[in-house]
């Protein structure tokens, strides 16, 4: 008996690994090679979801860093990396006043300069404590222009120019500037007067992470003076792993547009796909994938913030979300119950937590079929979707009719 199970188990040890072995193919410039046929480099992961309202879906993460602030990654890597996580667009929005790494590219490059000549980052710290008369030295702008723009054609994804206003976290808070055309022009020690000289450039001001680092959501004194004159167009909902709902009504009163953002610093891979979830993402409803079209669907707050299979937004926008992504029809007249049977069809990548009202929520997922019961002669069917939100605590109740 113990003979039979260990010969059985190596057989399918044995199958495992012939198969995986079947992945490799000989290689056309070496034959004394394989290479194998897996290359995730090659590979995106697609979102799919339908037109809104005659509108693209565009999947965009407006927060990202690279190493040339206090990130692990290269800003062209930024831009592949998008593409392979089914991205459309991206901002690089490197810290403005911590950029700790630059003190690393001295060490790094010290036997470059003339021994006894000390050369070493400066200004490179400045969140709390201003800059000296020199201010900062290193070019804000190097990340984008000479970088990821370059990269930018070769995956089809926008790269949108932005930095991060980043002082203390706790008493100030940290402010995205996106779509500005010169990041050298904007420091000043008035975090209010960086985000002024970067409104001056046609940037959108978005308030990021707003309970990070805090006991609460509150607004700080610069949060008041820079949402009372209408510095802000934006505000992170959703951060990595955080998610305010609270924040929803904030954005609903201020009459600004809701995000949500990886702000990723190592890896998206490592962060939240080696963890089975998804990057957080904006998906932004415009024209085109253009910075133009980007920026005028921000404006116009056509956007939802995404993140954990959990999205959040303006209540219409949410619904017209779900319908357009939905199609419900009839399977059965009447069962063997006199009941009418339906299916609802989730056409998108999106999951779903549906809940016929009343009743317990059921789980839609990505291309998939809930089969639903309802009383003979019903002519619509009502759904809670738990997974939206439209504000802290409710959810989207959407009416379906059924033929």
């Known amino acids: ?82 593409w392979c996580d089914g991205l459309d667009a991206i901002a690089i929005t490197d810290h403005l006043e911590f950029r700790p790494n630059e003190g690393t590219f001295f060490a790094y490059l010290k036997p470059y300069f003339p021994e006894g000549e000390e050369m070493k980052a400066k200004n490179n710290k400045i969140s709390e404590t201003p800059p000296d008369e020199d201010g900062i030295l290193g070019d804000l702008n190097f990340t984008y ?46 975090p209010i007067v960086s985000m002024r000289k970067a409104k001056k450039q046609g940037a959108l001001i978005i308030h990021n992470h707003p309970g990070w680092r805090k006991s609460n959501i509150d607004y700080t004194e610069t949060d008041k003076i820079a949402y009372d004159e209408g510095l802000i167009d934006g505000v992170e909902v959703m951060n990595h792993s955080e998610f305010y709902p ?27 796909y080696i963890a089975g ?39 219409q926008l949410l619904k017209d979300l779900f319908t357009s992504s939905m199609t419900l029809k009839v399977i059965r007249d009447k069962d063997n119950k006199g009941k009418v049977v339906l299916g ?22 990505p291309f998939c079929t809930l089969m639903i019961k309802q009383k003979a002669g019903a002519e619509s069917v009502v759904f809670e979707i738990m997974n939206m939100y439209c504000s802290k605590k409710t959810h989207p109740i959407i009416e379906m009719n059924i033929r």
């Open 344 to 365: 609802l069809t989730n056409n998108s990548s999106i999951p779903y937590l549906v809940a016929v009202k009343g009743g317990n929520p059921d789980y839609l997922g």
């Open 246 to 272: 609270g924040i929803i009504d904030r954005a609903l009163e201020r009459g600004i547009c809701m995000m949500a953002a990886s702000d990723i610093h190592s890896a998206t891979a490592a962060e939240f």
């Open 145 to 190: 222009k000479r970088r990821a723009l370059k990269e930018s054609p070769n995956y089809g994804i926008t790269v949108i120019r932005g930095t991060e206003i980043s002082r203390n976290g706790t008493t100030v808070g940290h402010y995205n500037a996106l779509f500005t055309s010169n990041n050298n022009k904007i420091y000043d020690p008035d």
């Open 1 to 82: 008996m113990k003979k039979s199970i260990i010969i059985t188990i190596l057989l399918a040890f044995s199958a495992e690994y012939a198969a995986q072995a079947q992945y490799y193919v000989p290689d056309s410039g070496n034959e004394e090679m394989l290479v194998h046929v897996h290359r995730p480099e090659r590979i995106r992961r697609e979102i799919v979801i339908p037109m809104v309202n005659g509108y693209n879906v565009y999947k965009v993460d407006l927060h990202t860093h690279t190493m040339f602030s206090d990130g692990q990654a290269m800003p062209d890597f930024r831009v592949k990396e998008a």
């Open 277 to 315: 979830t998804h990057r957080p993402m904006t998906l932004v409803l415009a024209n085109e994938n253009t910075e133009e079209s980007l920026r005028e669907a921000l404006i116009g707050r056509r956007t939802i913030a995404y993140a954990n299979n959990t999205l959040c937004g303006e209540e």
